[in-house]
Structures are given as structure tokens and as C-alpha cells.
């Protein structure tokens, strides 16, 4: 290994070392950590920070990313079922799992999202690709509705959880019977179906 080959891999090793520090602040409840904590955290100089990062604006964005990695292979999976129904229930099962894997970093991103441009993109670009893979599942009769269709997103949001976990203090199976529940009573054609059992991380 050249000496340009072992620095690219203490970059990128730094790099990880400071997004993971970031990540197990944000974790621990720390909503904005600071340049210097996150240094701390991960052992580095905070020179170091900056020259891995030029700003903590472009440090959000590498968070955003690691997280998106890590839900994508529950969002991007296939449905399974043959009917729009069964599609329905598994989303709902899915999303509130990802729902409870990302809440400490939805909850620092909504408190930061007006003061840093690349949270408030990646805020609505969610929010965007949630409401579009509501919409893929949905037969037409329920399309044209549009109160219900705002109503369910309204229930799917990442606010209900938020609400039902931290609010109202439920714990992460008696929030997604909420959610559930809530679904079942806008849209009855699934409320007789058997749950497949998704666990809330």
C-alpha cells in the first residue's frame, strides 16, 4: 500500500468514526452536538472534524445517508400480497418499525431542520417518497377521496409516532395498535386481517 492509499483509508476511517459519533450523540438524546463533542466522541482532533467536514451542515448530510442506509432495505422491499389490502397492512408494519429505529434522529432533525437547508431537503423528500408509496397501494375508489387519503397520511406521519412514543408515553407495540387500529376504522377492508408480526425495533 502506497502512502496516498493508507491516507484515503484513514480519511474514510475518520470520516466513519466522526458520522458514527454523531449518530450515537444524536442516539443518547443529544439534539445538536456540538463540533468539539463530536470530536470528543470520536477521538479525534476537532481539526480533524473540519477537514473531514467542511461545515456541521455537510456532517447532517452524511447522517442523512448513513441512516437512509440503514432503513432502506425495509422500505425498498417488495409487498408481498395480491391485494392492495394486504399491501396496505404490511406498509403500515413497516413504517412504523422504521419509525422506531430512526425516532431520535427524526426528532434532532425536526428541531434542526430551519436552520440547516440539506435536513429541511431531506425532511421533505421523505415526506414526499411517504406519501408516494401510500399512493402506489391504494386502489382507485379510495384515490378519490381525497379527506381519506389525507387522513391516513396524517395517521402514518412521522408526528403521530412521535405523539403516541414521547407524548403520550406508549410503549413501541401500543403505538403501532394505535396506528393500526386508527387505519383499520378509515379503511375496514383490512381490519380483519391477521397482523404479520413485524417487531418494533
Known amino acids: 500500500m502506497d502512502d496516498t492509499d493508507g491516507r484515503r483509508m484513514r480519511s474514510r476511517d ?4 466522526i458520522v458514527n459519533a454523531m449518530l450515537e450523540l444524536v442516539r443518547e438524546g443529544r439534539i445538536a452536538p456540538t463540533a468539539d463533542e463530536v470530536a470528543q466522541r470520536a477521538n479525534v482532533g476537532l481539526r480533524t472534524v473540519f ?3 467542511k ?3 455537510s456532517l447532517y448530510a452524511e447522517m442523512s445517508v448513513a441512516i437512509s442506509e440503514k432503513v432502506s432495505p425495509i422500505i425498498d422491499e417488495a409487498l408481498e400480497n395480491l391485494d392492495w389490502g394486504g399491501n396496505l397492512q404490511q406498509l403500515v408494519e413497516r413504517r412504523v418499525k422504521v419509525y422506531e429505529i430512526v425516532m431520535p434522529y427524526r426528532v434532532a432533525a425536526d428541531v434542526l431542520r430551519f ?3 440539506t435536513l429541511l431537503t431531506h425532511h421533505r423528500q421523505i415526506v414526499r417518497d411517504e406519501r408516494e408509496r401510500l399512493l402506489e397501494v391504494l386502489p382507485g375508489e379510495i384515490l378519490k377521496d381525497r379527506p381519506l387519503i389525507e ?3 396524517a395517521v402514518l406521519s412521522f408526528d403521530m409516532w412521535n405523539q403516541l412514543r414521547n407524548d403520550q408515553r406508549l410503549g413501541a407495540d401500543e403505538a403501532a395498535d394505535v396506528v393500526k387500529r386508527i387505519v383499520s376504522s378509515l379503511i375496514p377492508q383490512t381490519a380483519s386481517r391477521p397482523a404479520s408480526h413485524l417487531p418494533c425495533a
Open 14 to 17: 475518520s470520516k466513519r468514526k
Open 51 to 53: 477537514r473531514r467536514f
Open 55 to 57: 461545515d456541521m451542515e
Open 115 to 117: 436552520q440547516s437547508t
Open 151 to 153: 387522513a391516513l397520511e
